[in-house]
Structure formats: structure tokens, C-alpha cells
């Protein structure tokens, strides 16, 4: 088998805070993008590298923001395009409901349902890395939309079990705002606050605060750590609780309505 190089991975930023993932190949000048919610940004890099050709798009849900670009680059590239069968997404070639096991770019990528911002919603998880979507951010986690705080809670336990060094792309850059709510949670925990001055100095510089990866997600991300004494006692102070009545899915959906307004 050839030995492929791995995957080169960048941000395109669109909208007001999105990142449209951009994933290379340099053993073939192909490359894939994920969610792109406006298609600007990728017709700009395709045509500054006209080496390169688009092969595949992958979509991790139905939302407005990561799906409108689809049409004009797939009449521009003819870029295969890979989203949830639960939605009907205009211009999908392969409907995705989760569990496959699939070719991109060379390299063998499995696809894990993941609902609870959206029913639909899908993580693709390969070569050390995982596209989360709206599901599991930067110390934090989507609003439950569609969904129950149940189903979300199960997605994010699913996603906190891949390896501690898998690399996370989510699809937006909340990673300041959700490591403040963080914060609230837990002031004592004290690599949150080292993450907050590492991210503070990477948008000081216009830098993107990710990939994060499981590990870090673990130790700074409330929404993962429902088992913790000082989470489920913040969780519980909240809403004038006992801690010992709470189960950690309860814990998960008082951490989410109290974010909801925080």
C-alpha cells in the first residue's frame, strides 16, 4: 500500500464566525471542504490554486450556515457531495445517516450520528481528527434545537470517548465565549484559565483558537465533565438542587439552559 501523507487541514473563515474546513491531499492536489455555508471563500482559494481540484463536500448538518454555498461549488467543480440522509439537502450524492465507512481523499473516514443540535447531525471522525460540526465546540457544545438534551448528552459522551489527541474542527469560532460560561462553572479549574490567555494571544494575532483536541476538551469543557464534584455542584446550586439527586445527563441539561442565557 503507498504510504499517503497526511491530510493538511485550514480555515476558511466565512460569515460572521464560521470556518469552512479546507483538507488536502498533497499526494494528489485533491481537497475537500466542510460545511461551507457561503461558497465565496472556496471559489476565491480554488482559483489562487488552480492546481488543486475539489473532490467532496462534506456537510454535518442542514443549517443555513453550512450548507448554502453547496450548489455553486458543486456547478463549479462537480465536487461530490456527502450530507445526512434525515434532510433532503438539494445536490447530495451520497445521503450519510451514520456508521458508514467511507473514501475521502484517499483515506477512510467513519461517520458517526450525532443528534441533538439538529436530528440529522453528523460527525466525521478519520486520520486522527474529527469535523464536529455544531455538536461538540471549543469548551462548549450547540444549542439543542431539534433534539433532546438526552440525545445531545449521548452525541457529546460519544465524541469525549474518541482518543485524547484526536484533533477537534468544529465549524465555529465561539471558543472565548464558551471557555468564559466555562469560567462560571468551574473558576477554580486552572487549565481553563491557562486556556483562556492561550486563546486570548491566537485572536490577538487573527489566529483561528483551533484544532482543539479531546484531551484539552476534557479537562476545560463543562458540557464533558458532568462526573466532576465542582461541576454538578455548580450545576446544582443553579437550580437549588441536591448534587446527589442529579444524574450527569441532568447536570448536562442544566449546564445547557444556563448557558442558553448566560
Not at 471557555?179 to 468551574?186: G, N, P, R, T, Y
Request: a negative charge; one cysteine or more.
Amino acid at each position: 500500500m503507498s504510504h499517503v501523507k497526511k491530510l493538511s487541514i485550514s480555515a476558511l473563515p466565512a460569515l460572521k464566525d464560521n470556518y469552512i474546513w479546507l483538507i488536502q491531499n498533497p499526494d494528489t492536489h485533491q481537497c475537500a471542504v466542510v460545511d461551507p455555508g457561503i461558497a465565496t471563500p472556496v471559489l476565491k482559494w480554488l482559483a489562487e490554486h488552480p492546481q488543486w481540484q475539489l473532490t467532496d463536500i462534506l456537510i454535518t448538518h442542514h443549517h443555513a450556515d453550512h450548507t448554502e454555498g453547496i450548489a455553486s461549488l458543486k456547478q463549479h467543480s462537480g465536487a461530490r457531495i456527502l450530507s445526512p440522509s434525515l434532510e433532503a439537502i438539494p445536490n447530495t450524492d451520497l445521503p450519510l445517516q451514520g456508521g458508514e465507512s467511507i473514501e475521502i481523499l484517499g483515506q477512510t473516514w467513519q461517520v458517526l450520528s450525532i443528534p441533538g443540535h439538529t436530528l440529522d447531525h453528523l460527525a466525521y471522525y478519520g486520520s486522527g481528527q474529527v469535523f464536529s460540526g455544531d455538536t461538540l465546540f471549543a469548551a462548549g457544545c450547540g444549542r439543542v434545537f431539534e433534539g433532546t438534551m438526552g440525545q445531545m448528552f449521548q452525541s457529546l459522551h460519544q465524541l469525549s470517548a474518541l482518543p485524547q489527541d484526536t484533533l477537534v474542527y468544529c465549524a465555529h469560532e465561539y471558543t472565548l465565549a464558551n471557555l468564559a460560561f466555562a469560567q462560571a462553572v468551574e473558576p477554580d479549574n486552572q487549565a481553563i484559565q491557562q486556556r483562556i490567555q492561550d486563546c486570548q494571544t491566537l485572536r490577538a494575532q487573527g489566529l483561528p483558537t483551533l484544532p482543539s483536541n479531546i484531551e484539552l476538551e476534557r479537562a476545560t469543557n463543562p458540557f464533558l465533565r458532568t462526573q466532576f464534584p465542582k461541576v454538578r455542584q455548580a450545576a446544582a446550586l443553579k437550580e437549588g438542587l441536591s448534587e446527589s439527586d442529579l444524574s450527569e445527563e441532568q447536570v448536562f441539561s442544566i449546564l445547557r439552559m444556563w448557558k442558553n442565557t448566560f
